[in-house]
């Protein structure tokens, strides 16, 4: 079973560094990208960015580019999403999510399936 | 930067169609995905690539993708249907872009 295992909640105070993790397995870690999204509380989702963990090539949504850092470590079948220095608006619930994709006649399709279970991050004083 | 719109909300009587909308600027000219969120859940991917489901996703969910418009149908609608519904396509320089998000109420 394809499963992606996130750590835990986490609670801390501006201007902390954080770093969350998302675990694959039961699947080849390195052969597919893993995306982080994003969930303001009772908001809808935001792509952070995606990595494959085969090579660390990693792109970010121009709205958390220079906000956070995604990175991956593929002996152990992990990517990881980590901030330098919290703000109080980074409280959110963020998910990991295999990424897959096709193509059909030149077009790209992708789609994100399995998703993690969701870190609460919350930032507060 | 690429947009999507979903209404709000959108309600159903049990057994009943419910279709939800998804709209952006030639969003027929890429391909649709969709999502499935119950409260306090992790989301969960319902169709892809405009019309396939996933294994374990049960047949009365169909999905089209014409012209600015994708559309998810879930035909008979049941309670257990209820839940928040995202659209997704994807953009080359801002990756995956959601819709707002529908909540289907089914009553």
């Known amino acids: 079973e394809v499963q992606l295992v996130q750590s835990g909640a986490e609670v801390k105070k501006p201007g902390e560094s954080l770093r969350i993790s998302c675990k694959g397995s039961g699947y080849t870690f390195t052969t597919y990208w893993i995306a982080w999204v994003r969930q303001m509380p009772g908001k809808g989702l935001e792509c952070v960015g995606i990595?494959?963990?085969?090579?660390?090539?990693?792109r970010y949504s121009p709205s958390f580019q220079g906000q956070v850092t995604i990175s991956a470590d593929k002996s152990i079948n992990t990517a990881y999403l980590q901030w330098s220095s919290l703000k109080a608006s980074d409280s959110a619930i963020y998910y990991c999510?295999?990424?897959?994709?096709?193509?059909?006649?030149?077009?790209?399709?992708?789609?994100?399936?399995?998703w993690g279970q969701g870190t609460l991050v919350t930032v507060s004083s | 930067s690429f947009d999507l719109t979903q209404p709000p909300s959108v309600s159903v009587s049990p057994g009943q169609t419910a279709s939800i909308t998804c709209s952006g600027d030639?969003?027929?000219?890429?391909?649709a995905s969709w999502y499935q969120q119950k409260p306090g859940q992790s989301p969960v991917l319902v169709i892809y690539?405009?019309?396939k489901r996933p294994s374990g996703i049960p047949e009365r969910f169909s999905g089209s993708n014409s012209g600015n418009t994708a559309t998810l149908t879930i035909s008979g609608a049941q309670a257990m249907d209820e839940a928040d519904y995202f659209c997704?396509?994807?953009?080359?320089?801002?990756?995956?872009?959601f819709g707002p998000g529908t909540t289907v109420t089914v009553l």
């Open positions: 997704q396509a994807w953009d080359s320089s801002t990756l995956y872009v």
């Open positions: 030639k969003l027929g000219d890429k391909f």
């Open positions: 999510a295999r990424h897959d994709s096709g193509a059909v006649r030149g077009v790209t399709y992708n789609w994100l399936d399995p």
């Open positions: 690539q405009d019309t």
């Open positions: 990595i494959f963990p085969g090579d660390s090539d990693t």
